[in-house]
C-alpha cells in the first residue's frame, strides 16, 4: 500500500467516525451545519477540486462533477427542508471515497505487478577498465564490445558473450520459468538475468538501449497506447453518455414539477430534485471507466509473469479471437538441433561408417556435421584429417588415416566419381547423408530434428479449446509429413520459401474472413519476420535476444517452450470473458438502478452503495487476470 493509499484510508477512517459520532452530539442549528459541512469539506475536498478544475479547463462531464453536484445538493436539500440532516450527502462521498480508494488499491496492485517485470535492467554495470579494476558506471555509457563483470545476486546489465567463469542464470524475468539456465566460457548471456553463483567476465555484444532487458521494458511500457477495440467502445459510450445523463437529470428535476403546476398540482419541486440528484449519483460510469482498462492491464501484467510479452490490449483481444494456429517448424515445434537417427552401413560395420563420416566432417561448422561429431563416441584412437575440401551445400571429401572420405548428398557423391548407389529411392523422414570410401559406396545416414518435449502437448491442446493448427516449413514433404503425423497436426505446406509462407497465411486470412476467427503465426522470430508482420496476430516464440521477433511480432514468448501458446490463449481468452462480463454487467445494473432513482424508490445512500458496490466488484473481477498460472494439459 503506498503512502497516498494510508493517508486516504486513515482520512476515510475518521470521517466516518466522525459522521458516526455527531449522532450523540447535541448540537443544532449553525454550529451543526458548520460541524458537517467541515467532515464533508475533510471527506470530499479533491472530489471538489477536481470538479473545479473540469470546469475551468471545459472539461466538465465527468464523476467529479456528478459527484460534487449531487452531494451539494443533497446538502442544500437538508438546509431547504429544515431537517439537519446533512448525514446523507457525506454518507455519499464517504462511499464514492471507500469506492475510489478500493480502484486504487487494485490498480496499484497491478501497477506493481508491471513494474515489478519492468524492474529487469539494473541502474549500474560493473566495467574492467585498462588496469583490470572495476568501475560501476551507468549502462548506457559502456560501449559495445566492453568487458563488464557480473558478480552473484547481480542483474546482468547488457546482452554479451560469457569470456571466462561459469554461473546458474535465474531468467524467470525473461521466461517466466524457475529453472536456471548453467552457462559457461563461450556462452551468449542476455540482460535482465540474475547471476546466481560464480563471477562472470562478459564481452558486450550490444548497447544498454538495445540489450534485451531494455526491449522488454520498451514494449510493456508501450503496450497501454494500443487499445482493444472494447476500450474505445467504453471511450466513445462515457463521451456520449455522461452528457445525455447529466441533461436527462435536469430534465428529471424539472419537467415533471413544470408539468405539475401546468396541471395545477402540488409542484413538489424538493422531491423531483431529490429525484435528480439521486439519478446523478447512479449515473456515474465508474464500473465501466475503470474496470475495462484494468483487466487488459492486469491481463498483460499476468501474461508478462508467464513469460508471455504482449505489445497492445488490441493484440490480447485479437488473440483471444483466434481460430486457427499456423506455426513454423524448425526452432519452433522442433528444436532446430540435428540428430543422427538411423546408419545404413555397406560394407562396413554401422560404428565405422559413422566414426569415418564424423571424422571427414571434423572441422565443419554446418549443423549436420556438427550432428555427426555428437552422435559419434569419442575415445577411437587417433585419426589423422587431411586435404578436406567442403563444398558449400553439398558436402566434404577428406583423407582420413589415408582413406578418401566422401560425405554429402547424392550429387556430391556422383561429382566425385561415386557410381549409382546415390540414387536410389530411399523412404525416411529426415535428411539423407550419403558416404563413400576411397571411391566406392559406403551407405547412408540419416539426420532428423528433433521434436521439443510439449510440441505434441500443444498441439492436442490448441485443438482441444478449438484452434485448427497449421504448420508450413521449407522441408521436404516426406520430413514435413512425418513430424505432422507425429505432432497430430491438421495440415501441413512444405517446401516453402519464406514468401511462399506469407502467401499460405494470406489465404488462411482470406478463407477465414469476418467473422470465422483470427489467424495466428507462431515462428522464432530469427526468418520468419514477414509473414509475423502479415498474421493477424504474430507470435515470436523462443525469441529471448531476437530483435527481429520483438520487432515484428505482437506477442512475444520468452522461452522455447510451444506450451506457452495455451497459457497466452487461455489468458486473452479469460481477460476478454472478464470484460465482457464488467461492461454487460456494469451497464445492466447501471440502467436498472437508473430506473428505480428516477421512480423515486430508491434513495441517495442505497444509489451511491450499488454504484460503489458494482465498481469494487467489476474491479475485483478485472484483477482476476493477474493470477492465472500456466497451462496445464486437461486445464481449461
Known sequence: MSGKQKKNLVRILIAAALTGGMHFVPVSGVVRFLIYLGIYLFIGYDILRKAFLGIRNRQPLDENLLMSVATVGAFALALYRGTGDYTEAIAVMLFYQIGEWFQSYAVG??????????NIAPDTANIENENGQIEPVDPEDVDVGAVIVVQPGERVPIDGVILSGSSSLD?????????????????????????QSGVLRVRTTKAFGESTASRVMEMIEDASSRKSRSENFISRFARVYTPAV??????????????????GRDAAWGVWIYRALTFLVISCPCALV?????????????????????KGSNYLEALSETSTAVFDKTGTLTKGVFQVTDVHPEGMSAEELLLLCAQAERYSVHPIAVSLREACPSDHGEYTVEDVRETAGHGVTARVNGKTVTVGNGRH?????????????????????????????????????????????????????????????????????AVAGKLGISHVYSELLPQDKVSRVEKLMAERGDGKG???????????????ARADVGIAMGAMGSDAAIEAADLVLMDDDPMKLVTAVRIARKC????????????????????????GI????????????????????????????????GGK
Open 576 to 599: 476478454m470473458r472478464i470484460v465482457k462480463e464488467n461492461t454487460w454487467g456494469a451497464i445492466l445494473i447501471k440502467l436498472a438502478c437508473l430506473l428505480l432513482g428516477a421512480l
Open 171 to 195: 531468467t524467470s524475468a525473461l521466461t517466466g520459468e524457475s529453472m536456471p539456465r548453467d552457462v559457461r566460457e563461450g556462452d551468449e548471456i542476455l540482460s535482465g538475468c540474475i547471476n
Open 109 to 118: 496492485k497491478s501497477r506493481r505487478n508491471i513494474t515489478e517485470l519492468m
Open 290 to 310: 475503470v474496470s475495462i482498462p484494468l483487466s487488459f492491464f492486469a491481463g498483460i501484467g499476468g501474461a508478462g509473469r508467464q513469460g508471455i510479452l504482449i
Open 518 to 532: 483470427k489467424v495466428a503465426f507462431v515462428g522464432d522470430g530469427l526468418n520468419d519476420a514477414p509473414v509475423l
Open 602 to 633: 430508491t434513495n441517495m445512500w442505497a444509489a451511491i452503495f450499488a454504484d460503489v458496490g458494482v465498481m469494487v466488484l467489476a474491479v475485483l473481477n478485472a484483477i482476476r487476470c493477474l493470477f492465472i498460472g500456466p497451462a496445464r494439459p
Open 246 to 263: 447529466v441533461y436527462a437529470a435536469l430534465a428529471l428535476g424539472i419537467l415533471p414539477p413544470l408539468i405539475l403546476l401546468i396541471l
Open 413 to 481: 557423391l556422383k561429382q566425385a566419381g561415386v557410381g549409382s548407389a546415390p540414387d536410389r529411392e530411399i523412404e525416411t523422414a529426415g535428411t539423407i547423408l550419403h558416404a563413400a570410401v576411397d571411391g566406392r559406396y559406403a551407405g547412408y545416414l540419416v539426420i532428423s530434428d528433433v521434436i521439443k518435449p510439449n510440441s505434441v502437448q500443444t498441439i492436442r491442446e490448441l485443438k482441444r479449446i478449438g484452434l485448427e493448427t497449421v504448420m508450413l516449413t521449407g522441408d521436404g514433404k516426406a520430413a514435413a509429413d
